[in-house]
């Protein structure tokens, strides 16, 4: 055969590959492509193609096991960020979410998302009994109510992150701890109150000013309710040296417990607590400088009573 004759074949051969239908596809094998595509070319790609598509990832529910939009959150900065506050760009997360908890009848495993609702988040929790992972950190909206369906229909939780959800208070903890037996992953942070202006322009000032002041309620909730934890997060959290006591009592098996930012606390009381925490493998202190001006003299009475806490210029933890 002439060396033409076997590059046109080869030529011909390359052209009927490049030509094939992936309409022809089966179900089964389209599926099993999807599964190993990202979350966001599964949505916006293959699911948005074509009705056939659409139906072979439906047919999957494994394909919808997990829900993590936080890669995208950390990659938006400025304006983008400060649309998330925004009741358009909550409409476009609940949507995603009650997808996904719906095309995942009954599987989906893990959630992690920003600016959900309490009608979605409630609506996904009572259709995911297997849930083990929750993050919905920064969703002004999540209240007690959609917090309490979680403790109902999610007993396997075994990592919370309810971080800078204002609305949320100890009372969900409690009924948190008390449902989910498993829970070895609790985030508590809230926003930086001493110097919030890392999030001007970005977070609405009055949502700042709103920030949980029953910091000590809170850790006796989770000292009284969450015995297995592992590792517990509260930067910036108001708790005092009371709260931060109870701790110990309950959570013996706490490995990491992050402070930073807790301005109320006194190395002290933060070396004791560490000292009763037997387990314990990684301290983060509070680590902080805060300007007199960030108090008020009232609050805290004579500045000579407070040695301890004090430096001469600034507050040193």
């Not at 949505?43 to 990832?57: E, K, N, Y």
């Not at 394909?63 to 995208?72: M, N, R, S, T």
């Not at 609506?123 to 920064?138: C, D, G, M, W, Y």
Request: glycine share 6%; charged share 25%; aromatic share 8%.
């Amino acid at each position: 055969m002439a060396a033409g004759d076997v590059a046109g074949g080869a030529g011909t051969e390359e052209a009927a590959q490049e030509e094939r239908d992936w309409s022809e596809l089966t179900p089964v094998c389209l599926a099993e492509a999807f599964s190993r595509l990202a979350l966001e070319d599964l949505w916006r790609g293959a699911m948005a193609c074509c009705r056939s598509w659409r139906d072979a990832a439906r047919s999957r529910p494994e394909l919808f096991a997990v829900l993590d939009l936080e890669p995208g959150f950390g990659e938006s900065v400025g304006a983008e960020a400060a649309a998330w506050w925004t009741p358009a760009f909550q409409r476009r997360v609940d949507a995603m979410l009650r997808s996904a908890a719906a095309l995942a009848a009954g599987g989906l495993l893990e959630v992690r998302v920003r600016h959900c609702s309490d009608d979605a988040l409630a609506f996904a929790a009572e259709r995911s009994q297997k849930l083990t992972i929750l993050s919905v950190k920064t969703s002004p909206s999540v209240t007690d109510r959609s917090m309490l369906t979680v403790g109902a229909c999610c007993p396997m939780l075994t990592e919370l992150d309810i971080s800078n959800c204002y609305e949320i208070s100890y009372k969900s903890l409690e009924v948190i701890g008390q449902s989910c037996q498993n829970l070895r992953v609790l985030k508590r942070n809230i926003f930086n109150w001493i110097d919030p202006s890392e999030h001007v322009g970005i977070v609405p000032e009055d949502y700042l000013r709103e920030c949980p002041q029953d910091g000590d309620r809170e850790a006796i909730a989770i000292s009284k309710f969450m015995p297995k934890l592992k590792h517990l997060e509260l930067r910036f959290s108001k708790l005092t040296t009371v709260g931060l006591n109870m701790i110990p009592r309950g959570c013996k098996e706490l490995e990491v417990l992050d402070l930073f930012g807790c301005a109320n606390l006194t190395s002290r009381g933060i070396d004791q607590a560490a000292a009763n925490l037997k387990n314990l493998k990684k301290l983060e202190k509070p680590n902080i400088y805060i300007p007199r001006s960030s108090f008020h003299m009232g609050r805290y009475g004579h500045w000579q009573l407070y040695d301890e806490r004090f430096q001469t210029n600034v507050f040193q933890i």
